[in-house]
Nanobody
Framework: QVQLVESGGGLVQPGGSLRLSCAAS????????IGWFRQAPGKEREGVSC????????YYSDSVKGRFTISRDNAKNMVYLQMNSLKPEDTAVYYC??????????????????WGQGTQVTVSS
């Protein structure tokens, strides 16, 4: 059974940092692209970052590039999102998701077929 469980969210001041974790089970993470998405109230769910399984490339949305870093530990079936220099506009529920296809590169939101439950990140002074 494929399962993704996010953790590490919380309340942080602007400029602070959080490290989100995503524990994957039911599959071998190393064969799949995995991404982080977020959804703020009244907003569409948007892609934040993605880690490709085929070329070790990492991708970031323009709004987080330079501040967030995605990483993975395939042996532990874990994915992380290090978030630095957080801004109030980063406030959202953050989700990890895995692509439906084996050996996938990072694709669009619709290609991610398995999602975690989300973890709340609130950036506020």
């Amino acid at each position: 059974q494929v399962q993704l469980v996010e953790s590490g969210g919380g309340l942080v001041q602007p400029g602070g940092s959080l490290r989100l974790s995503c524990a994957a089970s039911g599959f071998r993470l190393g064969y799949y692209a995995i991404g982080w998405f977020r959804q703020a109230p009244g907003k569409e769910r948007e892609g934040v970052s993605c880690s490709s399984s085929v070329d070790e490339s990492a991708y970031y949305s323009d709004s987080v590039k330079g501040r967030f870093t995605i990483s993975r530990d395939n042996a532990k079936n874990m994915v992380y999102l290090q978030m630095n220099s957080l801004k109030p506009e980063d406030t959202a529920v953050y989700y990890c998701a895995v692509d439906r296809a084996v050996a996938a590169m990072c694709r669009t939101k619709g290609d991610f077929g398995f999602w975690g439950q989300g973890t709340q990140v609130t950036v506020s002074s």
